[in-house]
């Protein structure tokens, strides 16, 4: 499938601007636009204009998901606290939870924020680096719809629960960590089906235990129960997938227990059939460096650990060695000058949401003939 870009500066004016026409506010719109491009921005397709519209735009549209979000803050202590999201925009919620986290990590040293009743909130990763961009160390994870079939099982029970760190170096960018707790997640899925490509064997499994391919299918057996993700790791014990299954439990307990609210197949966005809420949940955590040795001598030895890393004998035939965030920087700069990379499906949803909106100050490098 062929690709196309967009400047950044024309797709982020599209993406709040369109946020706005559906109701929501003009400065929580600059957040949920950041968060998305975000995604792009590290070369991570799966969560960046890829899913602008069916996501988020079209569960503003199903009423299952509110443009308007009322963060209520229900349980406060110094350095905790309790927030009700309200179904209101995830990404709005995110980002104002771990400002919240990184306050009281100021104050305190650490800062901890859990949520209950949100919505999908983007990549992980944009709130790890808040909390790195400040000079803390951060964490946050997120439950989602059932996906991962714990370990032995066949049945889509937790999320891909991500468990996400951003910590400070003195590098050009920050060691971030964000990844699935599954072997791949539904966004990855539904880049392939966008493609028209196969999902690897190995990734999903029936409820007979049989590997799937068909990305198509697989998306509609996972809403229906009858395929499920395979934890990190794998299935079984033999390539030790109960890491992954126990680690995606972990994030579903702090992303539900602390904050009294829903988890498993209370999230499947489904009751009787018709589509409800997801409601899901959120942790935020924010530890002050400055509470310890300090921001400097922090950012100097994780910069040394990973330049030590990095510069470890390499495997015969590996142009080189990586730690995790920087691929993503060098995604950034390859993609700095060239825009947003839009591939021919999100093309034609974009040229549709323009339409149906009557933005017609909008014209696409991709128009042209």
Request: aromatic share 8%; charged share 25%.
């Amino acid at each position: 499938m062929k690709y196309a870009y967009v400047d950044w500066k024309t797709m982020e004016s599209f993406v709040r601007e369109v946020f706005q026409r559906y109701g929501v506010p003009e400065e929580d719109a600059r957040i949920c636009a950041d968060v998305l491009l975000e995604a792009d921005r590290r070369g991570i397709e799966s969560h960046g204009v890829n899913r602008f519209k069916p996501i988020y735009l079209d569960r503003i549209k199903a009423g299952i998901q509110k443009p308007v979000t009322e963060l209520e803050i229900v349980r406060e202590t110094a350095a905790t606290a309790v927030a009700d999201g309200h179904d209101g925009m995830g990404q709005v919620i995110g980002y104002r939870c771990m400002e919240l986290a990184i306050r009281k990590a100021k104050e305190y040293g650490m800062g901890m924020v859990a949520v209950r009743n949100s919505t999908h909130y983007g990549i992980a990763g944009y709130y790890a680096s808040m909390a790195a961009e400040a000079g803390c160390v951060g964490m946050t994870g997120t439950n989602a719809r059932p996906s991962i079939a714990p370990t032995f099982g066949v049945e889509n029970m937790l999320g891909t629960n991500p468990l996400t760190f951003g910590l400070p170096t003195d590098e050009d960018f920050p060691f971030i960590i964000d990844c699935a707790t599954s072997i791949t997640q539904r966004g990855k899925i539904e880049q392939y089906a966008r493609l028209g490509q196969p999902t690897p064997a190995g990734m999903v499994i029936g409820d007979d235990g049989s590997a799937l391919t068909d990305s198509e299918d697989i998306l509609k057996r996972l809403v229906d129960g009858s395929a499920a993700l395979a934890p990190l790791g794998g299935i079984g014990e033999e390539l030790a997938g109960y890491k992954g299954y126990g680690y995606a439990t972990v994030v579903e307990i702090l992303s539900s227990a602390l904050q009294a609210g829903s988890y498993l197949k209370q999230l499947s966005g489904l009751r009787e059939g018709k589509a409800v809420p997801y409601r899901l949940g959120h942790f935020f955590l924010a530890i002050d460096t400055e509470a310890f040795m300090g921001l400097e001598a922090f950012r100097k030895t994780a910069g040394e650990i990973l330049r030590e890393l990095r510069a470890s004998k390499k495997a015969p035939g590996s142009p080189r060695i990586y730690t995790a965030g920087e691929k993503e920087y060098l995604a950034w700069l390859e993609r700095k000058d060239k825009g947003v990379p839009v591939n021919e499906s999100v093309q034609r949803e974009l040229v549709a949401v323009r339409d149906e909106l009557g933005l017609e100050a909008y014209r696409f490098p991709f128009e042209e003939k």
